[in-house]
């Protein structure tokens, strides 16, 4: 019997996705998206310094805008330009 190239006999298949989600698990502790512990900020200036180290120590500072959360918690968010990709790092004031 000859089956279409897109449809994997079901081992295979099987196979296929169990590899998959090894190789998914082992991306993601290699590179986590945040920081488990984020610092908190005295102010501005030591937000941006934050960011900065959490960014590898590079990068423009494109600008810092306070906020609240939902709980009430000032965050700076600090823009950063580095390698042609803007991120945005959001760091909690101290209290």
Known sequence: MHLPT??????QRTKSV????????VMLSI??????QAADAANRQQAI???RQQ?????KVL????MSDGNGQTIFA????SNGRVRVFRIRQAK
């Open 31 to 36: 590179f986590p998206g945040t920081p488990a």
């Open 6 to 11: 897109h449809i994997l006999p079901s081992k």
């Open 78 to 81: 600090v823009k950063i330009l």
């Open 55 to 59: 960014n590898g120590g590079d990068g």
């Open 18 to 25: 169990v590899l998959a989600l090894c190789l998914l698990l």
């Open 63 to 66: 600008g810092v805008q306070t």
């Open 49 to 51: 310094e934050i960011a």
